[in-house]
């Protein structure tokens, strides 16, 4: 066990559901397969969910967001409001948010499944500094409480993954293994 692993393990965990949510739509994503890294790396008495509907949600429109949203959006408003925490994977495209994420964060606007939860933001990609920043601004807007020290850019992310989504950069590695843990502490503390 490292050191980090090892400090983390002093925490009260059990019970606690964390969902994670990747960017990206992609077949064999390397957003994905952080996020899958990452749920290695928590302790197994946590509820850890990948979300695997964003491809469901549909075009957000406001006149549809009335008492009886659609049936995906309710599923993800309830996961969320569900979840101890919230940890967002994604790449940048176009020098912006990909669209289905930030078409999943509008339809969360008007409902309160946000609010003061605490969210780990990574952004994976080639370069990513836009879509960071943006992300950082509507997570901002929706009053989640995006953990400092849980916001971490990983730029060139394809050079620092193989084939077969293991990550193959140490500093990579570690940086995700301190943002987990940063996270895991104020989700506890956020309990208490
Ligand atoms: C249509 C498209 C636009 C992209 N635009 C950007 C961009 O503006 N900035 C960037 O950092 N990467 C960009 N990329 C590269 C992605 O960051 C890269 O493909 C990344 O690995 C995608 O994440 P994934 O592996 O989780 O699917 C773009 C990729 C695509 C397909």
């Known amino acids: 066990m490292n050191k980090k692993a090892q400090t983390t393990a002093t925490l009260n965990l059990r019970g606690i559901r964390l969902l994670a949510i990747s960017g990206s739509l992609r077949s064999g994503s390397s957003n994905h ?21 964003l491809a469901l949600i549909p075009p957000f429109d406001p006149g549809l967001d009335n008492d009886t949203p659609p049936d995906a959006v309710v599923r993800l408003r309830g996961l969320l409001t569900n979840a101890d925490g919230l940890i967002i994977c994604t790449p940048e495209y176009a020098f912006g948010v990909p669209g289905q994420l930030k078409n999943m964060l509008d339809w969360l606007v008007s409902s309160s499944s946000l609010v003061e939860k605490p969210v780990a933001l990574i952004t994976a990609s080639l370069g990513g500094e836009h879509a960071h920043a943006s992300l950082l601004l509507t997570l901002g807007a929706l009053n989640s409480h995006v953990v400092d020290g849980a916001a971490l850019l990983i730029s060139f992310i394809r050079s620092k993954i193989n084939a077969e989504g293991q990550i193959i950069h140490q500093e990579t590695e570690e940086s995700l293994n301190i943002l987990m843990h940063n996270f895991l502490t104020l989700v506890t503390n956020s309990l208490q």
Do not use: A, S
């Open 33 to 53: 397969h952080i996020l899958k890294y990452l749920g290695t790396q928590v302790p197994t008495d946590i509820n850890y969910i990948i979300y695997d509907e």
